[in-house]
């Protein structure tokens, strides 16, 4: 009996020193932040695209009406 009760207590002490570590946790916020990082950078340069489309057509008509091309 005095075996399990040291068994269960030391299976206890290691699982509440396993929760309370914080190794990964850093690992895990730079690893968020960089995917959040990423998305604004993907949706910044669609959007910029976008726009940049729109002002090239925008041109492109100018450039036509003012040679007359059709």
């Known amino acids: 009996m005095n ?3 040291r068994l269960l207590s030391g299976l206890s002490h290691k699982l509440t020193a396993f929760r309370h570590q914080e190794r990964g ?3 895990t916020e730079y690893s968020l932040l960089a995917g ?9 340069v669609g ?5 940049l489309n729109s002002f090239f057509g925008f041109l492109t008509t100018g450039i036509r009406t003012a040679l007359g091309i059709p």
Not at 47 to 51: N, R, T
């Open 36 to 44: 959040f990082i990423a998305l604004v950078i993907v949706a910044g």
């Open 25 to 27: 946790a850093t690992a």
């Open 47 to 51: 959007l910029f695209g976008v726009a």
């Open 3 to 5: 075996y399990l009760t």
